[in-house]
Nanobody, 126 residues
Framework: QVQLVESGGGLVQAGDSLRLSCAAS????????MGWFRQAPGKEREFVAA????????YYPDSVKGRFTISRDNAKNTVYLQMNSLRPEDTAVYYC???????????????????WGQGTQVTVSS
């Protein structure tokens, strides 16, 4: 069972940047795709980024494409989410998640993530 711990959230102004980190432990990190999700109050959870096990494939929805960048450091068992040009609508709790299947050939979809962190709050003021 993998343990995931997010950090890096906070209160920023519109246009600012933040970098979230997620430290993983408990299994071989480099074998699994990783993802970031977010959930705002009263809204459904949104899939905002994913990266495959090797780091060669990334996914972003249109809502964050060009502003957010996911990356991973397999030597540090850590995945990052660099968020630039933040908007008030980016306000949410951000969760790190891990794929349940090692060495997945295609990029994981939202349904493939089965392990979650506790979340970190990101608040963007206008």
């Amino acid at each position: 069972q993998v343990q995931l711990v997010e950090s890096g959230g906070g209160l920023v102004q519109a246009g600012d940047s933040l970098r979230l980190s997620c430290a993983a432990s408990g299994r071989t990190f480099s074998r699994y795709a990783m993802g970031w999700f977010r959930q705002a109050p009263g809204k459904e959870r949104e899939f905002v980024a994913a990266i495959n096990w090797s780091g060669g494939i990334r996914y972003y929805p249109d809502s964050v494409k060009g502003r957010f960048t996911i990356s991973r450091d397999n030597a540090k068992n850590t995945v990052y989410l660099q968020m630039n040009s933040l908007r008030p609508e980016d306000t949410a709790v951000y969760y790190c998640a891990a794929d349940v299947t090692p060495f997945r050939m295609a990029l994981a979809t939202a349904a493939d993530f089965g392990s979650w962190g506790q979340g970190t709050q990101v608040t963007v003021s206008s």
